[in-house]
């Protein structure tokens, strides 16, 4: 994909990867729509803000309605609500696969039409490491990642036809808000894989690892599948 001739929405553009990903499209000359639920909150030079709320069809509905030329899109937004699944809090692990399965599927059902009707394009669903590692601390949100992983899986067949190709990217932790408790020496820089995640849908792949951990996690899954 020529980024240069895309037309990207960015979930989530507002912080963290999801303003990197915003700023590096920029930079290779695409047009962005920045969305967010407060889009007042985006601060980026060179992007369009966009009201979208990925738990109201109605706000997606009418941010596909906006961005009626896109030819990207960029599953970015998301949550971490630290719930394990059998003490946890249930309306946390709710919300969780609310916002990081629900949410990118219902907007790629949005959008899907709208970057057909543009002749085709790519979608970009960020995904983690805990697609394939369950830790219980982290219980919902891994059940929610993996849920969204064979999510990506099952949309890349179906959209394939209609000239849309589907990418996941997986990352550990990240420099950001959502890993803050994490210790320096274990984070990548959000900056890195923003450039990743993009070299890797120009490339076309179909999954972009982002760091040694996600990398060896992914190895030993395939390991211990053969096995």
């Known amino acids: 994909m020529d980024l240069n001739k895309t037309v990207a929405i960015v979930t989530g553009a507002n912080r963290g990867l999801g303003r990197h ?39 997606i509905a009418a941010a596909a309605r906006t961005a009626s030329d896109a030819t990207l899109l960029v599953n970015n937004a998301g949550i971490s609500t630290s719930a394990p699944l059998i003490v946890g809090d249930i309306d946390d692990v709710r919300r969780e696969l609310d916002v990081n399965f629900f949410g ?37 949100y891994a059940a929610s990642k993996a849920a969204a992983w064979a999510m990506t899986d099952a949309v890349r067949e179906e959209l394939a036809p209609r000239g849309i190709s589907v990418s996941a990217l997986h990352v550990a932790y990240m420099d950001t808000d959502m890993a803050a408790g994490v210790p320096a020496e274990q984070k990548i820089n959000p900056a890195d894989v923003a450039t990743q995640a993009l070299d890797g849908i120009e490339s076309g792949l179909a999954e972009i690892l982002a760091d040694d951990t996600t990398r060896y996690v992914k190895q030993s899954l395939s390991s211990t599948n053969s096995e």
């Open 21 to 59: 990903l915003a700023a590096g499209l920029v930079e290779r000359g695409a047009k962005v729509y920045a969305a967010a639920r407060n889009p007042e909150t985006v601060d980026l030079p060179g992007v369009i803000p966009l009201k979208l709320d990925v738990t109201d069809a109605e706000s």
């Open 104 to 140: 990118p599927l219902t907007v790629t059902r949005a959008f899907a039409p709208v970057i057909e009707n543009n002749g085709g394009g790519t979608v970009l669903n960020v995904l983690s490491v805990l697609s394939w590692f369950h830790p219980a601390a982290l219980g919902s």
